[in-house]
């Protein structure tokens, strides 16, 4: 079924498309990327799983940057056993923490806002990780005994504001091992923590145990747990020891292989490899190649995460040629192999047509994605592709590389 729109009548159409694939049954939910912080540097890092046979998603190294100056003093350089990272799928930016400092950046590296924590001053001890509720916007962490949530502050120089405790409590078994990280869990609003030891924790926000706790080692040699992540889109984990990450679920078993994750265990990329913590994003993911049998190919991005009540998420066609006619298609699967179509690859089946749209001086288009629709539920993978007809010569074709995304949990 093919359905041409025009983007007056966008938001409808994905949500309407989104919610047919419901009942259809479209697979497992396809998984973004993950964070982690190196110590030197410090350095943010957002990396992929292993490519599957056809070469998706692109990656597994998506982004880095050093963390930058700020107005407030910003992290610095810390022991590996420090420091978190944290990424808020509303506000798509991200949290590092080296010990006692935190600081907020856009996702491309941009300085937000920073605050300092000294030991002693919520926690016993320096903090050795932290998690996000991105709806909240508040911040938990953990300086290995202690868990408390904090909401940041608004910080202007001379930089003194401290964050307001909302929480804070000991978990209620005793632990054979400090806790190591964090990783909230936007589902049932609980807490997922791992330890130095290996094993993984379940927690209510008041410190009582949600479910058993189970060890991760196993793919993850460990001992020590560097960091954990809650994939928010299918409710499983992501444990590392800062050399492999291993994908499970909530009790500990195997998880069905992604999109992202073509295998439930995996080495960290090259530069991701002794990292300290771990986030999952909800980012949309590029794979394939763009292609111009005659000249330059155009390229999509996205802006935004892809969590269910979005109203940020975009898709921008740019590098096109004027005057051409272009089109945006998206299925709920992959092409792998690519499918030829005009002498250009198609990364994903035509099921949904949305179009044409003249491409302007500019050789750009941006098109909102909005997931506000109370259809949209997690879990739901959408593949794109932007397909443009050239002016001349005629009957020509140009395709941008595929996009990947699905809808999660904020």
């Known amino acids: 079924m093919t359905r041409c729109m025009h ?20 697979g497992p939910a396809q998984a973004q990327s993950l964070g982690a912080i190196r110590s030197t540097g410090p350095t943010l890092l957002e990396f992929t799983g292993e490519p599957d046979v056809c070469g998706y998603p692109t990656g597994p190294l998506l982004s880095f940057f050093a963390a930058g100056p700020g107005s407030c003093p910003v992290i610095t350089p810390f022991p590996e056993v420090f ?5 808020d799928h509303v506000l798509d930016t991200v949290w590092g923490c080296d010990g006692t400092t935190f600081t907020n950046y856009t996702s491309d590296g941009i300085y937000v806002t920073s605050f300092t924590m000294p030991a002693g001053s919520v926690l016993g001890g320096e903090v050795l990780g932290i998690a996000i509720d991105s709806l909240t916007h508040t911040l938990w962490v953990t300086d290995g005994a202690g868990v408390a949530n ?3 502050p608004i910080v202007v120089p001379p930089c003194a504001t401290p964050p307001t405790v909302l929480a804070a409590f000991t978990p209620s078994i005793v632990l054979a091992g ?11 609003s609980t807490l997922w923590a791992c330890d130095e030891l290996g094993d993984v924790h379940h927690l209510t926000t008041t410190g009582a145990m949600a479910s058993p706790s189970f060890s991760a080692l196993g793919c993850v040699g460990g001992p020590e747990l560097r960091g954990i992540a809650t994939d928010t889109a299918s409710g499983n984990l992501y444990v590392t020891d800062g050399a492999v990450v291993a994908y499970l679920t909530p009790t500990g078993a195997v998880a069905p292989t992604t999109f992202y994750t073509s295998t439930s265990c995996a080495a960290l990329p090259p530069g991701a490899m002794g990292t300290s913590g771990l986030a999952f994003a909800a980012r949309p993911l590029l794979y394939g190649t763009a292609s ?6 155009p390229l999509m991005t996205a802006g935004g995460q892809s969590f269910v009540g979005s109203g940020s998420l975009s898709v921008t066609l740019s590098a096109a040629d004027p005057g051409s006619l272009a089109y945006l298609i998206f299925d709920f699967a992959p092409a792998c192999p690519p499918l030829p179509f005009k002498g250009v690859p198609l990364y994903t089946l035509p099921t949904f047509l949305i179009g044409p749209f003249p491409v302007p001086g500019t050789g750009s288009i941006t098109l909102p994605l909005a997931l506000t629709d109370p259809s949209v539920i997690p879990g739901v993978p959408v593949f794109m592709q932007w397909l443009v007809k050239k002016p001349s010569p005629a009957g020509l ?9 699905t809808t999660a949990l904020p």
Request: glycine share 10%; net charge negative; aromatic share 6%.
């Open 7 to 26: 983007s007056s009548v966008l938001r409808a159409a994905t949500a309407t498309a989104l919610a047919l694939a419901i009942p259809l049954g479209v």
């Open 83 to 87: 420091g978190g990272i944290a990424i």
């Open 150 to 152: 904090i909401a940041p």
């Open 178 to 188: 400090a806790l190591t990280d964090l990783a909230w869990d936007p589902a049932t």
């Open 292 to 297: 111009d049998p005659t000249g330059t190919p």
């Open 397 to 405: 074709w140009e395709a941008s590389e595929g996009l990947a995304f």
